[in-house]
């Protein structure tokens, strides 16, 4: 029995720490539904869903920016307009690599419905 704890329990040990050593995690940001500071500091931006209620198109930009000023900000992407029916209401976009920013990360959503999303990241400071 002794011998069968002390498996579980060095199994539970290498489990933990390889979790601890595996590096950072990209994290996802929750349903946003309007522009969002995702966040701040340097990071790598992995890509991101949207979704919409098929009746309007989406327009979606991507800036390394601290805050919401974007006049002069790197774009992390080119502007993205996802077209919507009634048969295609979400989207994708993955950066593969992903692309470093250096100031923070800023999306701005442009539509008239409803529009939510969520965005892929990995901060690194």
């Known amino acids: 029995m ?7 329990f060095v199994a539970f040990m290498f489990a933990t720490a390889g979790i601890a050593l595996a ?7 929750d349903q946003q539904t ?5 966040d701040t500091g340097t990071g790598l931006f992995h890509g991101m869903e949207v979704a919409s209620d098929a009746t ?10 601290e805050n919401s000023t974007t006049a002069g900000k790197k774009r ?14 979400s989207a994708t976009h993955d950066e593969n690599p992903p692309r470093r920013y250096y100031k923070g990360l800023y999306v701005v ?8 999303f969520m965005v892929d990241f990995e901060p690194t400071d």
Do not use: L
């Not at 002794?2 to 579980?8: D, T």
């Not at 950072?24 to 940001?29: D, F, K, P, Q, Y």
């Not at 309007?34 to 995702?38: E, F, G, P």
């Open 2 to 8: 002794k011998r069968v704890f002390m498996i579980c």
């Open 23 to 29: 590096g950072s995690w990209v994290e996802h940001t």
């Open 34 to 38: 309007a522009s969002y500071q995702v």
């Open 56 to 65: 309007y198109d989406i327009t979606v930009d991507v800036y390394d920016s």
């Open 76 to 89: 992390m992407m080119t502007t993205w307009v996802i077209t919507t029916s009634n048969t295609d209401r």
């Open 109 to 116: 959503v442009i539509c008239p419905g409803i529009a939510k």
